[in-house]
């Protein structure tokens, strides 16, 4: 679903600990942290020649940091998280400690400090370069894709991956928000993402109408499961996600909890507790 058409050149290979150049402004140094949820590690975009501005730091490794540090030096002026999720931001501090530079996202969360707090439409202004927030709520409330304005590339954090698939947990996690930045980010005229796991996407609205697609169908299972009388999250995953691997099956729960409460937002389903995962739902005939 990407750069993997057949008469492509394959693409880069996801490295840890060097930088891969992805375009004259951007290059990527892949943490190593690889795992289910993230695929084969989180990838840390740096943006700019003489200006740099660091997307997502990741983990707080020390040869991950180094690598960093090793391909934008003292010219790393910003630090900029895409959300506040344990394998984006924590490397944000020891890198700011190395370089001095300032520490940009939505905002303080999860154990993450920043200098300063950044909305949608936030610009730097690099001689090189300009990169715009894009806010982007759904997989985190606080998540911001971030914008290359002469490449037309999307930094799209965890909004956006290729090869995993976006989990979203409430409440911090919210279906309809998803939805809604899915169809704003869709807009943006795109040539490329530069997703927070795995490889660009280089036929960006093909993806974002699959992603689309895909949380639709999903939520269509989880009506089905409702009609044919199943009323909590576990008993819908097991119908819906039959042969999931148990490490996936509460991220399965916390997804059919999203769209169960993004059905009861639409006015088409009905529980006591929205906010209780295990509570029971109802569809509300109409
Ligand atoms: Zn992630």
Known sequence: MSEQNDDRPPPKPLVTGVASALSPMVRRVLAPNPGVMTGPGTNTYLVGIDEVAVIDPGIDDDGHLQAIVGCG????????????????SPGAAALKARTGAEVLAFESRDGLEVDSAIDDGFVIEATEFRLRA????????NHLCYLL??????????????GSTVVIAPPDGDMTRYLDSLRRVRDLRLRAIAPGHGHL????????????????????????ALSAGDRTPSAIVARVYPDLIDELVPRARQSVHAHLRKLGSDGRAKSADVDDPEAEWSLISS
């Open 73 to 88: 030096g003292d010219r790393i002026r910003w630090i900029l998280c895409t959300h506040t999720h344990p394998d984006h």
């Open 149 to 162: 304005e002469e490449e037309r590339l999307l930094f799209s954090g965890d909004h956006i991956m290729q």
């Open 201 to 224: 996407i280089d036929e960006p609205v093909a993806v974002i109408d699959d992603y689309i697609s895909h949380r639709l169908e999903r939520e269509q299972h989880v009506i089905d």
């Open 134 to 141: 894009v806010h982007t709520p759904g997989h985190a409330s």
